[in-house]
């Protein structure tokens, strides 16, 4: 399982996040919402310190990351996370 983040993603983190270097950035299952994988759950991101990452990706001095006990949502695909140029939000994709 791999992380992907795009470069207008990395950007929306800086700015909308206002992410800077030497922090975290998890991606976590919730409750509710609509996923293309897990009916019933989706995906949401916020800052946050590493517990028990099962997954990772280094990217200008920013850790992005995905804990062991959210490894099921993903069913063993990759996460793609790039920005969706109409509602200027994240938008992520899942691929084996």
Known sequence: MQ???SDDALN????????VSGEAVRFFVRYGG?????????????KDQPHEM?????QDQV?????????????GHNLQVS???DLHEL???YAK
């Open 83 to 85: 920005v969706n140029d």
């Open 63 to 75: 850790t992005y990351f995905i804990e062991q006990s959210d490894v099921w949502y993903f069913d």
């Open 34 to 46: 609509s996923s293309k994988l897990q009916p019933g759950f989706s995906l949401g991101v916020t």
């Open 54 to 58: 099962a997954v990772q990706l280094e």
């Open 91 to 93: 938008d992520y994709s």
């Open 12 to 19: 929306w983190f800086k700015e909308e996040m206002e992410v």
């Open 3 to 5: 992380i992907n983040i």
